[in-house]
């Protein structure tokens, strides 16, 4: 029933329980659902307490009126509006004025099944349409054309960020651009453009990104086959895991034993790596870009 109020990050279930209509109100009630959280609790198994930490990956949208369905196949994101009549009881503004009829339904309630879709590694069509409507509207601007075409990035950056971030009614920034993309990492204005502009063909996904970096890792410290299953671990935990990488720097080893990222038998095994992993990391690699986006 909401499209604001109470942000609960550890919510695993959502009912829409009535039509939507507004592409905007539908991304924010469905990004109610797309919180970061982790779950703590304590298992006891043989009388012997174990403390659990379990990352929050999907979450379950309960759609009573075909609300996804209507936006993914029938909403016309073509559709240019018109400024509605003047309702006769708002009092002024524009056009004509309209009355509403009350209607009675007798029909039994037709829910009568329900079917569960999971939404695929594309996402949904109204974040795939959100970003294609960012991408034409910088691509067909003759001037961000000739800043290309110039290899003039920033000028573009700096174009982007007056005149279309934080704009109505889109309200375009990184963070939604982020997520429309759909790519669980924040993306940076810079990798964005060259997307739009045909510079890349498509977004690396997180885990790619870490792979890249590893595989320069390994080229430049050559570590022996025995550690490097655990150090490939390591390696990504550190960069990808902001609590990883407190323990390591404060190097609160004892935490690690309720971290799931990496085990303490594991980092026990990395011997002279523990300290050449967060070394390398900070004098080589940009963790800003692998940070995962922010809540709605």
Known sequence: MMTTGYDCEDILNLCLMRPVFSPTDF?????????????????KEGGIKESIKAAKTKYKLFDFFAVCEYFEEKFNYDEVLKLPPTHPYNGGGGGESYSRDEQTVYVPDPIKTMTEKEVGAKGMRIDREFFASFENTVKSDPVNQASYAKGDIAAIEEKIKTELFGKPLAYYNEEKLSKAAHVGRRLALREIIL??????????TKDELLEDEFAN?????????????????YFKAYIADKEIRDIIDRKEYSRLATNPRITLAEFQDLNGWIDVVPDYVKDYVPIEKFAETKKC
Do not use: W
């Open 217 to 233: 890792f390994v080229a430049i410290n050559k570590p022996d086959n025995r550690h490097i299953v655990n150090l490939k671990s």
């Open 27 to 43: 991304i924010q009630m469905k990004g109610r659902g797309t919180r970061k959280f982790t779950f703590s609790y304590v298992q």
């Open 195 to 204: 997307k739009v502009f045909g510079g890349i063909t498509r977004f690396k």
